[in-house]
């Protein structure tokens, strides 16, 4: 199973959703609060092509995205394949 990274904040309805279905489909997820880590963040930044919303999600070396990107994976049967990999 590849390594899951989640970038967030507190109080992200957005990070708490994306954060649920994963938890959902019983994998381990790193998770890194950007408001309590500088280095997080600007490592979030680097990764994400300078995206500075939350949540930034990846998989693996994968850049998922945001909340709805996570969702959209999932509607489409992606998701699965991809936590297997």
Do not use: W
């Amino acid at each position: 199973m590849p390594k899951i990274q989640v970038y967030t904040k507190p109080y992200c309805p957005f990070c708490d959703r994306a954060m649920a279905l994963l938890a959902n489909k019983g994998v381990a997820i790193e998770q890194t609060d950007i408001s309590r880590s500088s280095e997080g963040r600007a490592e979030m930044l680097a990764r994400a092509n300078g995206r500075t919303t939350v949540p930034q999600i990846f998989i693996g070396d994968r850049h998922i995205g945001g909340s709805d990107d996570l969702a959209a994976l999932e509607r489409a049967g992606e998701l699965d394949v991809l936590l297997a990999a």
